[in-house]
């Protein structure tokens, strides 16, 4: 049962393109602390996704094709693996660092089973 306000409005749908005129608010999900285990972005998840590394866990590919950002925050001097199912440029991960309390945005892009990252570090 779906009840709408009584003015006229445009339903967004799966079968329909329409225009949106107004922001939305997100409550990021927290993923976690990770130490040598391996954290897998799941769009089920929320696109806005943060964690915190204490060890130097593993990067995953998403299971399904989504747009994930997720914050990393090094808790300590640590490191971050990038699995090697990750189709990227080199440089794209230079901007990670080992030093602890930094912190960097990975955007995460998964597009016809083709998965790619971005690390921006955030000091």
Known sequence: TMTFPAVTSTVLTTGNTATITKGYTVTPYNAGTFSGTT????????????????????????????????????????????????TYAAASTAAYNATGTNKFLISIRRINSISTLTIVALQ
Request: proline share 8%; charged share 5%; aromatic share 8%.
């Open 39 to 86: 954290y897998t972005p799941d769009p089920a998840n929320g696109n806005y996704q943060y964690m915190t590394i204490t060890g130097t866990p593993t990067l995953a590919v998403p299971a399904s094709d989504c747009a994930i950002d997720v914050l990393a925050t090094n808790a300590s001097a640590t490191g971050l693996t990038i699995s090697a199912s990750y």
